[in-house]
Each structure stands twice: as structure tokens, then as C-alpha cells.
């Protein structure tokens, strides 16, 4: 059993930048794909971006790719998810998961965190 806690949503302005963390607990961690999806009102959950077990692979959808960065630190037991020249476009809730073999989808995914309201005006 994981259970994973998302912190640092908040409101941010167009351009700006937010730091998301997802604390997992357990000692597999390490034994976890980790991902990020996010829900906007209205509409379907969607992969944002995911990292191998081991961090050294990342993969990330278009429509964040290089403003968005995935990271994870295997001693803390933390995933990240760095996001910068943010856009109203990117308000949504959004979630960790984990899973032995996640991938973009999230039906490859076991566990998931509560969420955490990203808001970015313009």
C-alpha cells in the first residue's frame, strides 16, 4: 500500500512558476513509476508527465513540454513537478500516481494522491 500527499498549489499569475511535491510513504518507492495528471472542470483527467523508477528517464505531454520538469528523490521518498511560464490553460487539479509500470495513461497507474488546485490567472 502507497499513499501519496500533494503540496504546493496554489494561484499563481500567467508566467509565473509553481513547485509541486508528492510525499509517498512506504519503502518501495524506488519500485514506482511515478506520474502527474491533471483534471480541468469540465474535462477528462490527462498524463502531464511521468519518470522512471529510477529518475534518469522522463516523458512528458506536448502541450507542457519544456516548461514542465519531473523529477524525483528516492531517499525522500518525493516526486516533483517543477512548472514554469505557467497559462490559464494549465489551471486544473492536479495528482500523483504511482505504478509498477505507469506510463501515460492513468489506468497504468494503483495508487493516486487527494490533488492539489493549481489556479493561473491571466
Known amino acids: 500500500q502507497v499513499q501519496l500527499v500533494e503540496s504546493g498549489g496554489g494561484l499563481v499569475q500567467a508566467g509565473g512558476s509553481l513547485r509541486l511535491s508528492c510525499a509517498a510513504s512506504?519503502?518501495?518507492?524506488?519500485?514506482?513509476?511515478m506520474g502527474w495528471f491533471r483534471q480541468a472542470p469540465g474535462k477528462e483527467r490527462e498524463f502531464v508527465a511521468r519518470?522512471?523508477?529510477?529518475?534518469?528517464?522522463?516523458y512528458y505531454a506536448d502541450s507542457v513540454k519544456g516548461r514542465f520538469t519531473i523529477s524525483r528523490d528516492n531517499a525522500k521518498n518525493t516526486v516533483y513537478l517543477q512548472m514554469n511560464s505557467l497559462k490559464p490553460e494549465d489551471t486544473a487539479v492536479y495528482y500523483c500516481?504511482?505504478?509498477?509500470?505507469?506510463?501515460?495513461?492513468?489506468?497504468?497507474?494503483?495508487?493516486w494522491g487527494q490533488g492539489t488546485q493549481v489556479t493561473v490567472s491571466s
Open positions: 512506504g519503502r518501495t518507492f524506488s519500485t514506482y513509476r
Open positions: 500516481a504511482a505504478g509498477p509500470m505507469g506510463d501515460s495513461s492513468a489506468r497504468t497507474y494503483e495508487y
Open positions: 519518470i522512471s523508477k529510477n529518475g534518469f528517464s522522463a
